[in-house]
């Protein structure tokens, strides 16, 4: 009911080497290992998608997809590099940050951004980082924010409630009157959220 159909648009380094577009944008967010790829993967209902981005000299890349009809697509995803891997060094991690800082807070056409925490670590300090970089859009509701606790099958009942409670914490300091925020537990594997937040991708699309 939810197919999305994308293919592999274009990719680059920097915010100013991205092709500017009037279609509406979907950041797809995420520590290294969060599950980002595979959860686009299976939102996309594509195996490779996603891991197109983990080509060698893609994975610090901004790489985008074409979402939608392949004659008329209504979306792009832009699926933004992983971070926090141990390894990194300094030089790369203000990099990432720069990056990073300057799609979510200047990204003209950007609509959503969907960010993959690992439901049994919850929000780490560079997730909130990444956060703080986009928060000023998310409380005016110029963007809005999905926020995915993946992952959630290796919890059981309690732990996904107590993974909620954690992460709504975060949220709350971000969540205003006009702003669009949602949080939901995910699992590419056990398929758990994978409706809503391909109805909720759907939602964000052009008319
Ligand atoms: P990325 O680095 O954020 O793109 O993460 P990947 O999608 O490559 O996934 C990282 C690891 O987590 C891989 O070993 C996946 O098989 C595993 N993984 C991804 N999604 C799930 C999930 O929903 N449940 C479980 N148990 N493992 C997952």
Do not use: C
């Amino acid at each position: 009911a939810w197919a999305h159909t994308a293919r592999f648009f274009t990719t680059a380094a920097q915010l100013h080497q991205l092709p500017t577009s009037e279609l509406p944008e979907v950041a797809f967010v995420g520590r290294s290992n969060a599950g980002k790829s595979t959860a686009v993967n299976t939102l996309a209902q594509q195996r490779q998608l996603a891991f197109a981005s983990k080509t060698p000299g893609r994975t610090q890349h901004i790489n985008l997809f074409q979402v939608g009809p392949k004659t008329a697509p209504d979306q792009v995803w832009a699926d933004l590099p992983g971070y926090g891997y141990a390894a990194v060094d300094r030089t790369a991690k203000l990099r990432w940050q720069e990056v990073m800082a300057q799609y979510l807070e200047l990204r003209r056409n950007l609509t959503a951004v969907v960010q993959m925490v690992d439901s049994r670590h919850g929000f780490t300090e560079l997730d909130r980082q990444l956060l703080d970089f986009v928060a000023p859009r998310v409380r005016t509701g110029e963007v809005r924010l999905l926020v995915l606790l993946t992952k959630a099958d290796k919890l059981n009942r309690k732990e996904q409630a107590e993974s909620l409670r954690g992460a709504q914490a975060v949220l709350g300091e971000i969540a205003t009157e006009e702003s669009d925020v949602g949080l939901a537990l995910f699992s590419s594997l056990a398929r758990i959220g994978l409706d809503d937040a391909a109805l909720a991708l759907r939602s964000w699309a052009a008319p």
